[in-house]
Structures are given as C-alpha cells and as structure tokens.
C-alpha cells in the first residue's frame, strides 16, 4: 500500500511540472512577445535568485490599427519557481508559494507580428506589495501615449497648407 501511495506521489509531481508552462504556452504569439521582454528583463536583473515564469494575465487589449498594425497593452503576473535563475531548461520547474508575484505591464506596437520599435516598448514589473497607486497612474500614462486615437493626424490626412489654393 505505501509503494503505491508513493507511486501516486510521483506521477502527481510529474503532472504538477508541466503547470507552470502551461499558461504561457495557452497565450497568443502576439501576447508571448511582450511577457518574453518581461522575463529577459526580470531573469537577468542581479537582485533575483529563483528563476520566475508566466504566471497570469490579469488584463489584455489587442486593438488592429490596420496596415498589419497593432496595439498591445498585457498586464499580467509572474511568479518565482523553485529553479535558479539562469536555467535553461524550465520543464522540471515548479511555482513557489512563499514568494510575492512580480506584477507587470507591458504596451507595445507590433508590425507584422514583430514589436516596432520606435516607440520603444514600454515595460513596467515590480513586486506586487510594492506597488503604489502612483506607479499605477504612471503605467497608465506611458501606456496611453502609445495607443493610436481615432481621429488624430496621420501621414495619409496631412496637407500642405502652401497648395491647398
């Protein structure tokens, strides 16, 4: 009976590596992009010892400008998992409970499926406790710099005011 139970034990842990990449690999391409400039940046900052993963996302908005343009505003969470920083191979990688999340947004435009740049990405993650309701209006600001406004100048609407007569 005990070599069953640890039996069980050890095909249940080997179902519970597969969680913490199954959210990440559930995201569109397009929503991919943006967490993957998040956890380059957060992987490689000097401060972190656990190695962090996609978590959730909390909020999401794709809006087509047309012309295979795109705006793309992710906030979402990312969560340190019982691997060190800096491994390469995240299948065996377990999410850890005794860590804070980091809380990240990121906005973005894309052409083609590729982030343009300019505007350079705009690209926000702090851990959650720390999080101010600032830091929160700054996001929002950064982010809504970058959005297309309908109605606003384009290229195609500019005349010379020399030749309109």
Aim: charged letters at 25%; glycine letters at 6%; aromatic letters at 8%.
């Amino acid at each position: 009976m005990a070599a069953l139970m640890l039996w069980l034990l050890g095909v249940g842990v080997l179902f519970l590596g597969s969680d913490a990449q199954e959210a990440y690999d559930d995201l569109p391409e397009i929503l991919r992009i943006g967490v993957d400039l998040a956890l380059t940046n957060v992987n490689n900052h000097s401060s972190i010892q656990q190695h962090f993963l996609f978590f959730n996302s909390v909020s999401q908005m794709k809006e087509e400008l047309g012309f295979n343009l795109r705006y793309i505003s992710h906030h979402f969470n990312l969560k340190a998992t019982d691997c060190q920083r800096g491994v390469n191979d995240t299948s065996e990688c377990q999410f850890r409970n005794d860590r804070p999340l980091i809380d990240c947004l990121v906005c973005y435009k894309t052409f083609e499926g590729e982030i343009e740049n300019p505007p350079t990405p705009y690209l926000h993650c702090i851990h959650k406790p720390k999080l101010t309701e600032e830091m929160r209006r700054i996001r929002t600001e950064q982010c809504s710099r970058m959005e297309y406004r309908r109605g606003s100048a384009t290229l195609l609407g500019v005349v010379d005011p020399k030749k309109r007569n």
